[in-house]
Structure formats: C-alpha cells, structure tokens
C-alpha cells in the first residue's frame, strides 16, 4: 500500500509497503530513480544535487538532496522547476 500526503507548503509525504533499504536505495541513486521516474543525471547522496529531464524546453528540475540518512529519512529541496 502507498499513500501519500501533502501540506499547504508543498510538503508531501509518501508511505510506501517496501523495505525502507530497497526504498531509500530507489530514491538516492541515479538507476534507481531513473527505473521509477525520469532520465536523471547528477548525485541523490546528503548535499548532492539531481536533476531531471522531463522533457521540458524550458530545462530540467533540479533538486537538492538536503538530507539522506540511510534508511529511512529523504529530504529534497526543488532548485529549480520550469
């Protein structure tokens, strides 16, 4: 089961029935996040910087990894988002 929620700032949070370690590993690397999400470039580690091409003409996202404590705790600050 997933859910996820989100908060008046854009803050979300998402639940999701997996082993946090195949979690946590899905969300902070490049092959993981390219399997779920979009083509992805950059480093998903603590102070790394990822980002995102979606196609966009405008660019990529860009994120932020302000915290990644292994296994459980992932927190991204979006950089830019054309």
Same mark, same amino acid.
């Given at each position: 089961? !997933? !859910? @996820? !929620?989100?908060?008046?700032?854009? @803050? /979300? @949070?998402?639940?999701? =029935?997996? %082993? /946090? $370690?195949?979690?946590? =590993?899905?969300? @902070?690397?490049? /092959?993981? &996040? ?11 580690? $603590?102070?790394? $910087? &990822? /980002?995102?091409?979606?196609?966009? %003409? $405008?660019?990529? &996202? ?8 292994? %296994? ?6 979006? &950089?830019?988002?054309?």
């Amino acid at each position: 089961m !997933t !859910t @996820t !929620t989100m908060t008046a700032d854009d @803050t /979300s @949070t998402i639940t999701i =029935d997996a %082993p /946090s $370690e195949a979690v946590f =590993d899905a969300v @902070t690397t490049v /092959s993981g &996040l390219a399997r779920w999400w979009n083509p992805v470039s950059g480093s998903g580690a $603590e102070r790394g $910087e &990822l /980002s995102f091409d979606m196609g966009w %003409p $405008e660019g990529a &996202l860009v994120i932020h990894v302000r915290s990644a404590e292994r %296994p459980r705790i992932v927190v991204w600050n979006v &950089l830019a988002c054309p």
